[in-house]
């Protein structure tokens, strides 16, 4: 007996007589551009699960041709070889809709802007390119009455584009904040659970197919930032850009990082944030940032582990959402462009324009020092008497309130490891000093730790990262 699966069933159910060949309407050509981590698990969904994706859409998808840069490269999942090209501009010539799963700006952004001009739908997952020239992209889609969609770019299978666009239309989002990149995740993760080294984690997250290309794109921030300015796109019917987001990356945390949020009761996570604010001047706009946040261990943000994402969205009426599931991997990845696939096929088959996302106010993206946060600073300090009375009273000057202070002593193993340090003398009681504030303007908390620094008693500012979640 054959084993069947789910597809295959419905497959077998729900063929509606419309799918049979003398009946349907043409099959609908889709070209595949990059067969990567992503590509190839595209490719595998549209032979594997072709009767399902018929049924559903009522004709066929047939996938034209495979752009590749060698026919004969290994891939996780081959096709006939007849199916590769290295004749990008034929195979998109030749398509109804155009699967972009190569990455990059170029030659993908000339390659979606051919098959825009030529009528056909696309769907991409390249956040580095919409994160850059969306509003390009957009535009030009609407303009030739065709579809540019993109779920797969934002936390890899997690619908959260179309529930921002579609499902929350009707309201005021005020805030988006998340864990946006599987990448860093699952690097900070092992770290915090394992002990395992940045490289390690990295180089496992790399062959796990959750790293970019380039996977400094992941490790510095950028991915996460180009991410939250499609979230805020979405969220806020705006145009934002990668260049309007806030941008630091991980590859700054130290094990002692993780140690002192780990005695302060957090877990750092790397948090991609879009929120509406007024600035101090009154400008109503929005701050877009992405940074390492320290989060207390019983924040739903914290439990997310490995490559997961979450994203959570504040609402004015439909108040807090969170939106959870792989936000990376070849498989959950294309779940959601095929997602996309579907949906434009069976508009297709159905008749009528295309829609494209296309935001219609202007939202000025404000600098990161008019957001609000919370800061946890840990400092080496002199251990005599009046330090924490001139430390409180210098943070109370910037317009700071403290939540809490800890003062540790500083073994002596850790001064002879430290001997590097300028200020360090053998006679120089120090002690180590962790100070949590309450939410302020970024741009006080910012003066606070540059007083903080020119401060005697101060030896060294060890860390400063951000809290959210109190
Ligand atoms: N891997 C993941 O978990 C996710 C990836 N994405 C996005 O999906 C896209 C694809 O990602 P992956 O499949 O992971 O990347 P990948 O690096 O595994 O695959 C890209 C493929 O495109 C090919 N390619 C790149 N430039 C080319 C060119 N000029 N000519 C011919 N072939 C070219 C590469 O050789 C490679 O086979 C990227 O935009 C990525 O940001 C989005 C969400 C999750
Ligand atoms: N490199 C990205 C892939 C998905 O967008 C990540 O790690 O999240
Ligand atoms: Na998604």
Redo the contacts with the bound molecule.
Sequence with gaps: MTATTPADREATQQAPSQTSPESSPEALKIAL???????SQVARILTEDAGMLAARVGTRLELAGV???NPDGDRDYRLPRELYTTD?EALVDSADIVVE????IE??KTLIERAIAHGSAVV??????LAQSGSELFRAAADAGTQLSFE??VA?AIPILRPLRDSLAGDTVTRVMGIAN?TTNYILDQMDSTGATFDDALADAQAL?????DPTADVEGH?AAAKAAILANLAFHAPFRIDEVHCEGITRITAADNEAASEAGYVIKLLAIAERITARDGTAGAVLRVHPTLLPREHPLAAVRGAFNAVFVEAENAGELMFYGP????A??ASAVMGDVVSIARRLVRGGAGRTHTPKSVVPALPVGEAHTSYMVVLRVADRPGVLASIASSVAEHGVSIVSMRQVPLAEDDLVAEESSEEYTDETPESVLRIITHEAREQDLAATVAALEQLDVVTEVVSVLRVEGN
Excluded: H
């Design positions: 551009l990059g067969a990567g981590t992503v590509g752009f590749v840069r990008a799963l190569m990455g990059g030659p993908a991409t997952g390249n956040k580095a390119l797969a770019s890899g599987g197919g959750y790293a970019e290309a991915d936000g990376a991997g070849g959950p990845t």
